[in-house]
């Protein structure tokens, strides 16, 4: 069965830094572009970033771009989120997702969610 | 950034129904548009990606048309674990962005 696990979540300051995991299995996760969007209650869903199968390219958000990589481990089938300078309305539930083959944005595979609260 | 506003904000309808939601597009997309179903307390599922395509194990009662900036999910007989939220999501331009949701009621 194939399967992404988030993991890293939690309560972090203004100005904080967290770094999501998602573990993928039960598909070849070094074939496939991996990406992180986040869900809230009044923004809805929002897309952060994706990264190649290779993790040679990486897209990120306007908003998010320059406080947030991505990165990944194929060897270890771990794909990431850094997060730094994290701000309140950064506050979601952050979901890792598998691109569907032939190209970015179809997402076929989602995670459970990973929470991340920024708050003092 | 590409604005999807989906329509309308809430369907109620009974099992056996046929659901029709409507997804559109601030400029042309050509036929990237994918539609996700979303249940509580679970992840988005893709239900449909590039206009039309079903991925596999997507019942075909799920539908999908468009182009441009006009596309249309059809749930042709609504079956009761169909009711949830769906988001049309674009795929055309680098941000890509989801739309504010159909919530499907009974």
């Known amino acids: 069965e194939m399967q992404l696990v988030e993991s890293g979540g939690g309560l972090v300051p203004p100005g904080g830094s967290l770094r999501l995991s998602c573990a993928g299995s039960g598909f070849t996760f070094s074939s496939y572009a991996m990406s992180w969007v986040r869900q809230t209650p009044d923004k809805g869903l929002h897309w952060l970033s994706s990264i190649s199968d290779s993790a040679t390219t990486t897209y990120y958000a306007d908003s998010v771009k320059g406080r947030f990589t991505i990165t990944r481990d194929n060897s270890q089938n771990i794909l990431y989120l850094q997060m730094n300078s994290l701000r309140a309305e950064d506050t979601a539930l952050y979901y890792c997702?598998?691109?569907?083959?032939?190209?970015?944005?179809?997402?076929?595979?989602w995670g459970q969610g990973a929470l991340v609260t920024v708050s003092s | 950034e590409i604005v999807l506003t989906q329509s309308p904000a809430t369907l109620s309808l009974s099992p056996g129904e046929r659901a029709t939601l409507s997804c559109r597009a601030s400029q042309s997309v050509n036929t990237y548009i994918a539609w996700y179903q979303q249940k509580p307390g679970q992840p988005p599922r893709l239900l449909i990606y590039?206009?039309?395509n079903r991925p596999t194990g997507i019942p075909a009662r799920f539908s999908g048309s468009g182009s441009g900036t006009d596309f249309t999910l059809t749930i042709s007989s609504l079956e009761p674990e169909d009711f949830a939220v769906y988001y049309c999501?674009?795929?055309?331009?680098?941000?890509?962005?989801f739309g504010p949701g159909t919530k499907v009621d009974i």
């Open positions: 999501q674009q795929r055309s331009h680098w941000l890509f962005t």
């Open positions: 590039d206009g039309s």
């Open positions: 997702a598998k691109d569907h083959f032939g190209g970015y944005g179809k997402f076929d595979l």
